[in-house]
């Protein structure tokens, strides 16, 4: 019997503080979604395993949860908010309500076998600008996710914002093949210089744009690295990217976010489907991104609709994880009022229960039978474990509160 008490590797039980803490955070998430003018959007826990295939460019096979209907259809619990949204949006959101705004809390599962001690569920909170292709789209997304963080209580973190459209540029001056432009992108986004720099060595590539690889990994840092960006390469795309990245901290500068802004040129991201910025969260006392997004204008495409979008996720488990270490403690309100009563007080007690109620107040009753000497030994037990709390009893017309 001891091993039904136990959860599977990578889920867990929240309960009790945490658990009210929790919806806390997720109801200061909805509140910032909402107050950006963004509706909410509830899709499947799980769908069509063609969602989320490699065409998409979302998590490896591998790593999803898998299981069949009865109709022999491949279904996955989705890894990945973003596809479930793009195929939402593509089937209801009408052409003349474009630009679309989506916001969702929901939860995740990635089969990470090769991580031990990581979460197999989580919960995100995040939203989606569908329908907008304008550096306004991605400013307001930075903004959003800075003043949802700030909502939460969290003080200190940054959001490292990348492009992959340099990387693209790079490539397509380089002519390389999809093959090795993973290779590289894989390398790149691993930070891992001397990595890249041999596998460069095995490719007959000009002095300029090996120059231009090797120093990805090391473009990181305040607004002044897109100068030593645009210094390393004249290919339009990759001015371009520049040019978004420099127009898009001025847009951030507007909202009042700039100091929570930093640049990552090496970052190019775990999913394929990113076309533009891509940015993720970190703070201390966090190992890993608190969350992350970016810019997917070719996702929606693939399920038929042709638009621009923009988005992001949060993780609220590794949130409060950070929250947590930092000593960051989100007031979630708990009940305080507890009432013990017997049967000869069962009336008035529970009158007292609706009137409580009525004004919205949270009241935790406990039936307690027999006399009013062992009514009384309970609600002392209760006040000496929470002595903040308001214990009363009630064994006849009134309740009676409890002092120690």
């Given at each position: 019997?001891?091993?039904?008490?136990?959860?599977?590797?990578?889920?867990?039980?929240?309960?009790?503080?945490?658990?009210?803490?929790?919806?806390?955070?997720?109801?200061?998430?909805?509140?910032?979604?909402?107050?950006?003018?963004?509706?909410?959007?509830?899709?499947?826990?799980?769908?069509?395993?063609d969602?989320?295939?490699?065409?998409?460019?979302?998590?490896?096979?591998?790593?999803m949860?898998?299981?069949?209907?009865?109709?022999?259809?491949t279904?996955?619990?989705?890894?990945?908010?973003?596809?479930?949204?793009?195929?939402?949006?593509?089937?209801?959101?009408?052409?003349?309500?474009?630009?679309?705004?989506?916001?969702?809390?929901?939860?995740?599962?990635?089969?990470?076998?090769?991580?031990?001690?990581?979460?197999?569920?989580?919960?995100?909170?995040?939203?989606?600008?569908?329908?907008?292709?304008?550096?306004?789209?991605?400013?307001?997304?930075?903004?959003?996710?800075?003043?949802?963080l700030?909502?939460?209580?969290?003080?200190?973190?940054?959001?490292?914002?990348?492009?992959?459209?340099?990387?693209?540029?790079?490539?397509e001056?380089?002519g390389?093949?999809?093959?090795?432009?993973?290779?590289?992108?894989k390398?790149?986004?691993?930070?891992?210089?001397?990595?890249?720099?041999?596998?460069?060595?095995?490719?007959?590539l000009?002095?300029?744009?090996?120059?231009?690889?090797?120093?990805?990994?090391?473009?990181?840092?305040?607004?002044?690295?897109?100068?030593?960006?645009?210094?390393?390469?004249?290919?339009?795309?990759?001015?371009?990217?520049?040019?978004?990245?420099?127009?898009?901290?001025?847009?951030?500068?507007?909202?009042?976010?700039?100091?929570?802004?930093?640049?990552?040129?090496?970052?190019?991201?775990?999913?394929?489907?990113?076309?533009?910025?891509?940015?993720?969260?970190?703070?201390?006392?966090?190992?890993?991104?608190?969350?992350?997004?970016?810019?997917?204008?070719?996702?929606?495409?693939?399920?038929?609709?042709?638009?621009?979008?923009?988005?992001?996720?949060?993780?609220?488990?590794?949130?409060?994880?950070?929250?947590?270490?930092?000593?960051?403690?989100?007031?979630?309100?708990?009940?305080?009022?507890?009432?013990?009563?017997?049967?000869?007080?069962?009336?008035?007690?529970?009158?007292?229960?609706?009137?409580?109620?009525?004004?919205?107040?949270?009241?935790?009753?406990?039936?307690?039978?027999?006399?009013?000497?062992?009514?009384?030994?309970?609600?002392?037990?209760?006040?000496?474990?929470?002595?903040?709390?308001?214990?009363?009893?009630?064994?006849?017309?009134?309740?009676?509160?409890?002092?120690?």
């Open positions: 019997m001891k091993d039904l008490l136990h959860t599977p590797e990578g889920v867990r039980d929240i309960y009790s503080r945490e658990y009210a803490e929790k919806r806390e955070i997720e109801r200061r998430m909805e509140s910032a979604f909402t107050r950006f003018g963004y509706e909410g959007l509830q899709t499947p826990s799980f769908e069509f395993f969602i989320f295939n490699q065409e998409r460019g979302s998590v490896a096979s591998r790593d949860f898998k299981f069949f209907d009865r109709e022999g259809n279904l996955v619990l989705r890894p990945d908010m973003t596809p479930s949204i793009a195929r939402s949006a593509a089937k209801y959101v009408r052409e003349e309500d474009l630009p679309a705004k989506f916001c969702y809390i929901g939860n995740t599962f990635v089969n990470n076998s090769r991580y031990q001690g990581r979460l197999k569920e989580i919960t995100q909170a995040g939203a989606e600008l569908i329908g907008d292709g304008s550096c306004d789209a991605d400013a307001e997304i930075l903004a959003m996710v800075v003043e949802a700030v909502g939460c209580g969290l003080k200190e973190f940054q959001v490292d914002v990348g492009q992959v459209e340099f990387f693209n540029g790079l490539v001056a380089a390389l093949s999809p093959e090795t432009e993973e290779e590289l992108r390398r790149v986004e691993a930070k891992n210089f001397f990595s890249v720099e041999d596998f460069l060595n095995e490719q007959n000009s002095e300029e744009l090996t120059n231009a690889f090797l120093a990805l990994p090391h473009l990181f840092g305040n607004i002044d690295i897109l100068s030593e960006a645009e210094a390393l390469t004249d290919h339009p795309r990759c001015r371009a990217a520049i040019r978004r990245l420099r127009d898009l901290y001025e847009l951030c500068r507007l909202y009042g976010v700039e100091n929570y802004i930093s640049f990552d040129l090496g970052m190019l991201g775990k999913y394929q489907y990113y076309t533009g910025i891509i940015f993720r969260v970190f703070t201390y006392g966090s190992g890993e991104a608190l969350g992350g997004g970016g810019r997917y204008d070719k996702l929606m495409q693939q399920f038929g609709r042709k638009a621009p979008a923009v988005g992001f996720a949060i993780s609220i488990d590794q949130l409060m994880l950070a929250q947590s270490r930092q000593h960051l403690f989100v007031y979630a309100p708990l009940c305080r009022e507890f009432l013990y009563y017997n049967e000869t007080g069962r009336k008035a007690a529970l009158a007292f229960s609706r009137e409580m109620r009525a004004q919205n107040l949270a009241l935790r009753l406990f039936f307690e039978p027999g006399s009013e000497e062992t009514l009384i030994e309970r609600a002392k037990a209760k006040k000496r474990q929470n002595p903040e709390a308001d214990v009363f009893y009630c064994s006849g017309e009134k309740p009676e509160r409890m002092t120690l």
